[in-house]
């Protein structure tokens, strides 16, 4: 049976997309899975950067596409993990250099190799999202609860046809939700209407590790590797709560300790 | 003249209005004498590369502090089919045409403007949301900049994060570039893209956005000095990362109205530097690491502009 592919977008620049392709990808792959990522931003590629592997990079998906190499000579394994490869883009080429129909023959070679395929779906709407969208079963939308990003989120539901789309709400700032100066998940869920799959709380420490190009799931003990771990799960059909992100930190640490819930 | 009198103001009577102490004569009566020579606006690209570093808020902000310091200022959304700049402005409920509707003759420009209510010398031109970018000629959009900047001491315009269509179709009519970026690899390598695409008679300028002083410190954040090292631009403002910036958004305001605001001193402070006065640029610690790795990436990529 082929695996799954899924296209990482969001409409709007800046939500987390890489990031969260980079992440959930390490997370599925520390679950065994077979993982593949697809940097499909032509032009702008950053998944490489993210991943650390910007200096491996041979061939890319457009040689790919135009048959200039073989599939595993332009996949990059990710020595980290035990199965997590990754697909870079080109930086030379434009965006208009690929066809749908080249990249859904691409996806479908992948999907007959590995459990998983994310593909990272550059901003807007144009040629890039198409390209990016074209070969996928299945989208997962990153937003943040911001009014641009939410907007931009519903216009692009309306372009993926009858796909299967869940959410990613990503930078939630829980003491801003609190004081009224931030849309709560809920808030996000009704205006999108679409099933959440995970919630990602607003974290410096990814700052960092993107810089460093080490994404945060190696580090299991890290309070957003359990939370790409928990969205990974979720993917592959397990039941497992969303985080309670108020619950997070010194707060629900000490309420856990003292009414003996939670992990 | 009250407030609600000012409202029904067309736009020609705005300008001419606000043009009072401006020298002689309008714009458009300049252009109505063909021999006279027109004083054209300044026009200036506002993008990135990068997707969600701060474009539409620079321009939102720049927009509206221009307009403050009196100056006649139209702000351009070019993302055309992913519009936000009129959510920023909180103008949103007031868009009836758009940018394309002028381009296709469907309107005149001044159906399509929207004037903001509290600054009365800051018009939107917005995007249209229903329809995609390649519909946009250049050609056509570069002769609407031009128009524009017959009309405007200063257009503003907003482009899409990409260096696709809609990329081209917002640089085409401009003369200035602001690069907003932030302090992360990935924004800046985009910069560095950006930057090489742009018509080299452009004059760009930087703005770092985002920047969290504390993280410069501890030394998980790339400094100020580190971005304008590799980019090699003139700084033109430095805009701290503070929660002021989400609450303005939710709120449909620019964050130089939210008293008290960093991040509003520091946009007030570009407003001040775009129209000429020198004002100190506060710069933060120095972190090493990053600088390395991205120079190497970066060094790959465009050997023939890192050597000098």
Not at chain 1, 87 to 108: N, W
Not at chain 1, 143 to 167: F, K, Q
Not at chain 1, 225 to 238: D, F, K, T
Not at chain 2, 190 to 207: H, K, Q
Request: aromatic fraction near 2%.
């Amino acid at each position: 049976m082929p695996g799954t592919v899924y296209v990482i977008t969001s409409g709007k620049g800046g939500v987390g997309k890489t990031t969260t392709t980079a992440n959930l990808g390490g997370a599925l792959a520390k679950l065994g899975r077979q993982v593949a990522l697809v940097d499909a931003d032509i032009g702008l590629r950053n998944l490489d950067l993210v991943l650390g592997l910007e200096k491996r990079i041979v061939y890319d998906l457009v040689d790919l596409v135009e048959e200039r190499c073989q599939t595993r000579q332009a996949l990059i394994k990710d020595r980290r993990f035990d199965n997590l490869y990754l697909l870079p883009a080109s930086q030379v080429k434009d965006k208009e250099s690929v066809t749908e129909d080249q990249m859904r023959i691409v996806m479908r070679k992948l999907a007959a190799d590995f459990d998983d395929v994310l593909i990272d779906c550059p901003a807007g709407i144009e040629h890039g999202f198409r390209n990016a969208v074209a070969g996928a079963d299945q989208a997962l939308i990153v937003t943040t609860p911001e009014v641009a990003a939410i907007r931009d989120a519903d216009r692009i539901l309306g372009m993926l046809g009858n796909r299967r789309c869940r959410l990613i709400i990503n930078r939630v700032r829980v003491e801003m939700v609190r004081t009224g100066d931030m849309l709560s998940v809920d808030d996000v869920v009704e205006i999108l209407g679409r099933d959440v799959v995970g919630v990602v709380p607003d974290d410096e420490e990814i700052i960092d590790t993107t810089n460093r190009g080490e994404p945060i799931v190696l580090d299991a003990s890290r309070r957003l590797a359990r939370i790409y771990n928990a969205i990974a799960r979720r993917l592959l059909g397990e039941n497992v709560p969303l985080t309670n992100l108020s619950e997070d930190g010194l707060w629900g640490r000490l309420r856990r300790l003292v009414t003996g819930t939670g992990q | 003249m009250t407030d609600i009198n000012r409202e029904e103001m067309t736009v020609e009577e705005a300008l001419s209005l606000s043009n009072q102490e401006a020298p002689a004569e309008t714009a458009r009566e300049a252009i109505a004498r063909p021999d006279k020579k027109v004083s054209l606006g300044r026009t200036i690209v506002v993008t990135s590369g990068k997707g969600g570093v701060g474009k539409t808020t620079t321009t939102a902000n720049l927009g509206s502090g221009l307009a403050e310091a009196g100056k006649n200022v139209v702000v351009v959304d070019a993302d055309v089919g992913l519009r936000n700049l009129d959510v920023t402005l909180g103008l949103e409920n007031r868009v009836r045409k758009h940018l394309l509707d002028v381009i296709e003759e469907k309107c005149s420009l001044d159906e399509a403007l929207v004037r903001d209510r509290a600054r009365r010398t800051l018009f939107l031109l917005p995007a249209a949301q229903d329809r995609e970018k390649d519909d946009v000629p250049q050609d056509k959009m570069a002769a609407l900049v031009r128009t524009l900047a017959e009309r405007f001491d200063f257009v503003l315009i907003d482009s899409p994060a990409g260096i696709e269509q809609g990329f081209r179709n917002a640089v085409v009519g401009a003369k200035e570039a602001i690069i907003v970026t932030t302090p992360e690899v990935s924004a800046v390598r985009d910069a560095d893209r950006i930057i090489g695409l742009l018509p080299p008679d452009v004059e760009s300028r930087l703005i770092v956005n985002r920047v969290r002083p504390a993280l410069v410190k501890k030394g998980t954040m790339m400094s100020v000095s580190d971005v304008v090292d590799i980019l090699r631009l003139e700084l033109i403002g430095v805009v701290p990362d503070e929660k002021d910036i989400i609450i303005a958004a939710n709120r449909g305001t620019p964050v130089i109205d939210i008293p008290g605001s960093e991040t509003g001193a520091a946009f007030r402070r570009i407003v001040q530097r775009l129209l000429g006065e020198s004002i100190p640029i506060p710069t933060f610690q120095a972190a090493d690491g990053f600088l390395t790795r991205l120079k190497m990436t970066l060094g790959l990529q465009r050997p023939d502009t890192r050597g000098g």
